[in-house]
């Protein structure tokens, strides 16, 4: 049995990862949580709290085991470092403003705290082949079509974009020329990855310095298309958009995706077999494999439901979006499906495939039970496209999906809230961001988000308008085109 095996049937093994992961935050200088200061000579109880965590663990593990863990961590990293670059936009058509105030008069505080420090986050990726294609994050590069490439060392070259799967979310650039010999990664396309798996997300700083850290494969979800992700229990930082998912052997489990309108900080990871099939497309130029959906969420029966229910086989509804062509025809939460096309269904999976791989408009007859009674429902498919956040907004929201915004009222006070700005929106490239409240559109107070939305009818589509916003107890005007036209 080799190393690695061994390792995993330790039975210290739970434990000798938090050490790791301890560890690799002390002494790779990524640890990335605020920690506040000595106070009165003692120190915090978070320092107090991990280092007896740690003297604990170093009283259960041998000298061996440390080394032992160390040194497969390290052999996992280095498998893959070499490949994972920093991607830098160099023609970057839209960049976020920041607003900066001025006042002639200090504000009326004993004490007012200094900014904290900003910080850009550079999106990683990693290079698949010698032709010099690299995978990274469809948001990471969205705004430009020219980069540069950071690879340890501090070695750069130029790359340009290829293409973008937006609804995939990777994009594929190309280096202009490589020109020195690199080593390729393992890439684990059918190696089956389970819950509880511990994985290494590795990027790369502009510096040619790694980020790092450990997560825990939390759960593997399916969306509306069939489509899997895996969701680790640690937040996807910016800086690892875009980066590789390794496993404890070295082998590129996935890519990791940032999600910024995420609010919790928890992205999604990409399977590594999905995001090649999409990378070798993108290679080709061929768009992307028309796909359908109907808006089901679907779950096996066990043997106690197939008794209640006198079938032998089917699957069951249990949940349908709204206004998607399911809910249209009538499909409704806790009919059992037992029949596609006159076919016998043999799994939630197997039915959710099915939809998904008939073209778009593709009439399904589908025969469902309910309350007992036998009844056959036609679906038509609609495109995968309609399937996606932007999709459900409505059409006449009145500016929202224009300005790219999400709009609320405020509980304590007047104004209409931003919940969330979308990335490269209108709002999102003048520097508006969660948290902001708009309290003026045109000179007109706006009390609440239905006062803002009311105030947009009013106005001429085409022309400008002048917000003024409220952020942190400070006021500041922008200028934003008019809203009731999509984008």
């Not at 790779?28 to 506040?36: E, L, N, P």
């Not at 340009?160 to 890439?187: C, G, H, N, S, T």
């Not at 089901?296 to 949940?319: C, P, T």
């Not at 349908?320 to 799994?347: F, N, R």
Request: glycine share 8%; charged share 25%; proline share 5%.
């Amino acid at each position: 049995m080799n190393k690695a095996g061994r390792f995993i049937k330790s039975k210290v093994y739970h434990i000798a990862i938090l050490l790791v992961a301890a560890l690799v935050i002390i002494l790779g200088g990524i640890y990335r949580y605020s920690i506040a200061e000595k106070s009165d000579g003692a120190e915090t109880p978070l320092i107090e709290e991990l280092k007896g965590e740690i003297e604990i663990l170093k009283s259960t593990l041998t000298k061996n085991e440390l080394e032992e863990i160390e040194s497969l961590v390290d052999e996992a990293i280095r498998k893959v470092s070499p490949v994972i670059v920093a991607i830098k936009a160099t023609d970057s058509r839209t960049t976020p403003r920041s607003v900066v105030t001025y006042e002639d008069s200090p504000r009326k505080t004993d004490y007012e705290p200094a900014p904290m420090p900003q910080f850009e986050a550079t999106p990683s990726g990693i290079l698949l082949d010698r032709a010099g294609h690299i995978l990274t994050s469809a948001d990471a590069v969205r705004s430009a079509r020219q980069f540069t490439i950071y690879f340890g060392n501090s070695v750069q070259r130029i790359a340009d974009l290829v293409a973008i799967d937006a609804i995939e979310r990777l994009a594929l650039l190309k280096l202009r020329q490589l020109d020195f010999a690199i080593r390729l990664p393992d890439f684990a396309r059918d190696t089956p990855v389970r819950t509880g798996a511990w994985l290494i997300n590795v990027g790369r700083m502009p510096s040619g310095r790694r980020s790092l850290s450990l997560s825990m494969l939390s759960a593997i979800r399916q969306d509306s298309s069939g489509r899997e992700s895996f969701h680790l229990n640690t937040r996807v930082s910016p800086e690892l958009d875009g980066s590789p998912s390794v496993s404890l052997e070295g082998g590129v489990i996935g890519i990791n995706i940032y999600l910024p309108e995420s609010s919790d900080g928890y992205g999604l990871t990409i399977p590594i077999g999905r995001a090649l099939n999409v990378a070798e497309r993108l290679k080709s130029g061929v768009a992307s494999t028309p796909q359908s959906w109907i808006g089901l969420e679907l779950q096996d029966i066990d043997e106690n439901l197939k008794r209640y229910f006198a079938v032998e086989q089917g699957v069951m509804i249990i949940s349908i979006k709204p206004d998607s062509p399911a809910s249209k025809a009538g499909l409704k939460v806790s009919d059992l499906i037992t029949e596609i096309d006159a076919v016998a269904v043999s799994s939630a999976k197997a039915v959710i495939e099915e939809i998904t791989g008939r073209p778009a408009g593709t009439i399904l007859r589908l025969t469902v039970r309910r309350n007992g009674t036998p009844l056959s429902i036609d679906v038509q498919t609609a495109p995968l496209a309609d399937a996606t956040i932007e999709g459900q907004i409505a059409k006449d929201s009145s500016g929202e999906q224009h300005f790219g915004i999400e709009l609320s009222t405020p509980s304590s006070r007047e104004g209409a809230e931003i919940k969330s700005v979308r990335l490269h929106a209108q709002a999102y490239l003048l520097g508006l961001k969660a948290g902001d409240v708009i309290v003026e559109v045109n000179g007109v107070r706006i009390r609440s988000r239905a006062d803002f939305l009311q105030r947009q009818k009013a106005i001429d589509a085409d022309k400008e308008q002048l917000w003024q916003i409220e952020r942190e107890g400070r006021r500041f005007f922008i200028a934003i085109s008019g809203g009731r036209k999509a984008s």
